[in-house]
């Protein structure tokens, strides 16, 4: 292996993904400690062409994991910081007028950018959060009725802190539904928490990716290659049957006020073909559905007035539905 994971990249098979992702992994490995299942629900939204929300306490490096992803894809990297203050132009540009040339010209705003992490994305109020939509469905920027599209490998990362409840705005179920998976990201183990503190607290300032050793072992045309081999993975109609079971058996529990959206099933189907790939199989398993359900749905589901009332939780619930659903044998 080159530099770069695999070298062809017009004829990459699954076998290729699999030994990329494995790379990938490793040189994200050299800044992160641990968050392997959140490291590898990354490069699933990656392969499958969506966005991830990471929520966690402030501290669990949500923004450094970004950076070190970005760098270890060899894709250029933006980040917008998110603040009460930020108006939509500030995220997506504007045309200025050039008194020299007397025309308008396109200032292009940060998004702009291959991976963009979207850091604290519930502080900005919903007319800016807005701004993402278009951008995040249809990979392309609407400014003064022209249309301006974005890198074919556009990736929102946005990051959220649930503990703070001042001067934070919810985000809108239209933004939220376009968002592939919501990672939750936990404190460390006491074992990953004794290495972090022995690798970084010796440091001063910010770590940086690139300074600890972080090299881009992949780049566009390689993970362009990569996303055409696992769309190649089949997907029996049992298996796309019971997603679509899985996604109606959302809008008929007393427990959910609104379920899912037949989005949510596309987008579950296209990361369970990834997570196949992932794994080395050229074919998509119930189990792969089963362990992505979760991360898929749990951001797109509204309790009901009761089930809020009686405290339970969206993971237990959804859990319950996954059990429920037939699944194929």
Same mark, same amino acid.
């Given at each position: 292996?080159?530099?770069?994971?695999?070298?062809?990249?017009?004829?990459?098979?699954?076998?290729?993904?699999?030994?990329?992702?494995?790379?990938?992994?490793?040189?994200?490995?050299?800044?992160?400690?641990?968050?392997?299942?959140? *490291?590898?629900? +990354?490069?699933? !939204?990656? /392969?499958? $062409?969506?966005?991830?929300? =990471?929520?966690?306490?402030?501290?669990? #490096?949500?923004?450094?994991?970004?950076?070190?992803?970005?760098?270890?894809?060899?894709?250029?990297?933006?980040?917008?910081?998110?603040?009460?203050?930020?108006?939509?132009?500030?995220?997506?540009?504007?045309?200025?007028?050039?008194?020299?040339?007397?025309?308008?010209?396109?200032?292009?705003?940060?998004?702009?950018?291959?991976?963009?992490?979207?850091?604290?994305?519930?502080?900005?109020?919903?007319?800016?959060?807005?701004?993402?939509?278009?951008?995040?469905?249809?990979?392309?920027?609407?400014?003064?009725?022209?249309?301006?599209?974005?890198?074919?490998?556009?990736?929102?990362?946005?990051?959220?802190?649930?503990?703070?409840?001042?001067? *934070?705005?919810? +985000?809108?179920? !239209?933004? /939220?539904? $376009?968002?592939?998976?919501? =990672?939750?990201?936990?404190?460390?183990? #006491?074992?990953?928490?004794?290495?972090?503190?022995?690798?970084?607290?010796?440091?001063?300032?910010?770590?940086?990716?690139?300074?600890?050793?972080?090299?881009?072992?992949?780049?566009?045309?390689?993970?362009?290659?990569?996303?055409?081999?696992?769309?190649?993975?089949?997907?029996?109609?049992?298996?796309?049957?019971?997603?679509?079971?899985?996604?109606?058996?959302?809008?008929?529990?007393?427990?959910?006020?609104?379920?899912?959206?037949?989005?949510?099933?596309?987008?579950?189907?296209?990361?369970?073909?990834?997570?196949?790939?992932?794994?080395?199989?050229?074919?998509?398993?119930?189990?792969?559905?089963?362990?992505?359900?979760?991360?898929?749905?749990?951001?797109?589901?509204?309790?009901?007035?009761?089930?809020?009332?009686?405290?339970?939780?969206?993971?237990?619930?959804?859990?319950?539905?996954?059990?429920?659903?037939?699944?194929?044998?």
């Amino acid at each position: 292996m080159t530099e770069k994971a695999v070298t062809d990249t017009t004829t990459m098979q699954l076998a290729d993904v699999t030994t990329l992702a494995t790379a990938i992994r490793g040189e994200i490995g050299k800044a992160i400690v641990g968050q392997h299942e959140v *490291v590898d629900h +990354l490069l699933i !939204a990656l /392969l499958s $062409r969506g966005h991830v929300l =990471l929520e966690g306490p402030p501290g669990t #490096a949500k923004t450094f994991l970004a950076q070190s992803f970005a760098r270890a894809l060899g894709l250029d990297f933006g980040r917008i910081q998110f603040t009460p203050d930020l108006m939509p132009g500030d995220i997506l540009g504007s045309n200025l007028f050039n008194f020299q040339t007397s025309q308008f010209t396109l200032t292009r705003g940060p998004i702009f950018r291959e991976i963009l992490l979207a850091d604290e994305i519930n502080r900005t109020p919903p007319k800016t959060q807005a701004a993402l939509l278009e951008a995040m469905q249809e990979r392309r920027v609407t400014l003064d009725g022209a249309i301006h599209p974005l890198p074919d490998r556009f990736m929102v990362v946005a990051t959220q802190n649930p503990i703070e409840s001042q001067g *934070v705005y919810p +985000l809108p179920e !239209a933004q /939220l539904d $376009r968002f592939l998976f919501k =990672l939750l990201v936990d404190y460390p183990s #006491a074992e990953e928490e004794a290495r972090i503190v022995t690798q970084y607290g010796a440091g001063q300032g910010a770590p940086d990716p690139v300074a600890l050793g972080v090299t881009a072992v992949a780049d566009a045309a390689l993970i362009r290659a990569a996303c055409s081999a696992v769309a190649s993975v089949i997907m029996a109609q049992s298996v796309t049957d019971y997603i679509v079971r899985l996604m109606r058996a959302t809008r008929d529990t007393a427990d959910l006020f609104a379920g899912a959206s037949p989005r949510a099933g596309v987008l579950l189907a296209s990361a369970s073909r990834a997570r196949a790939a992932l794994d080395g199989r050229d074919y998509v398993i119930p189990d792969d559905v089963k362990a992505l359900a979760g991360a898929v749905l749990r951001h797109r589901l509204l309790l009901s007035p009761a089930a809020e009332i009686e405290g339970k939780p969206i993971e237990a619930i959804v859990g319950d539905l996954v059990t429920r659903t037939e699944a194929p044998r």
